[in-house]
């Protein structure tokens, strides 16, 4: 499918594959087409979590300061339900992995294919917000630098919407967007989660 995706010209390649190697001249034509290219290894964690059962992932603490406490119930209900548990044994066949998609990732980045950045939150375990920075750190976990992850979710993701004139730099000109943190993401991706200050639109959001 992401063949068929690359041959019919798409703008960007989602998820790309979680169980296959995609072969590097595949990656080579994305680059020379200038196709992006959007991992998403938050969800293939997710839902390798709930083929096991965990639920880990709701006890991070960015996920309990930020994720309404009514949608952190919910989705425990749902998981240990019927229907969960049914879903969860869909997944197991399906045979997701994580570090397949890790290592599709670092290829692209290796062979020089446009990086965005992306989550499919909604799904089961897989909260906006968060779900971006545990992108991130999936993202460095797999070996591509902290730098390169952070420019695909900020100057790369706006690009590829045709908002780079105005949003993913500190510049003027710019919308004033901007997470202040406590710490160096340079040096520690987890240091995304360090939030001291949210800017919008030039305004100082109070984050309670």
Do not use: C
Not at 130 to 148: D, T
């Amino acid at each position: 499918d992401v063949a068929d995706a690359v041959a019919a010209g798409a703008n960007g390649i989602e998820h790309g594959s979680f169980r296959d190697t995609i072969p590097d001249d595949l990656f080579l034509r994305m680059r020379s087409q200038n196709i992006s290219y959007d991992p998403t290894l938050v969800v293939a964690e997710a839902l390798s979590a709930m083929a096991s059962g965990s639920l880990e992932p709701l006890e991070r603490p960015l996920v309990q300061q930020v994720v309404p406490y009514a949608l952190l119930q919910s989705t425990k209900q749902f998981l240990q339900s019927t229907e969960g548990r049914k879903m969860a044994g869909a997944l197991k066949e399906r045979d997701i992995k994580l570090e397949q998609g890790g290592r599709n990732l670092l290829r692209a980045y290796q062979l020089g294919v446009q990086l965005v950045t992306g989550t499919d939150s909604g799904n089961p375990l897989v909260f906006h917000g968060p779900a971006i920075h545990r992108e991130l750190q999936l993202w460095v976990s797999a070996g591509v630098p902290a730098p390169i992850a952070l420019q695909a979710a900020t100057y790369n993701s706006a690009s590829i919407l045709r908002h780079h004139d105005r949003k993913g730099l500190v510049k003027p000109g710019y919308d004033a967007n901007l997470l202040i943190l406590d710490g160096n993401p340079l040096k520690d991706i987890k240091g995304t989660e360090n939030i001291s200050q949210i800017i919008l639109h030039g305004e100082r959001i109070r984050r309670a």
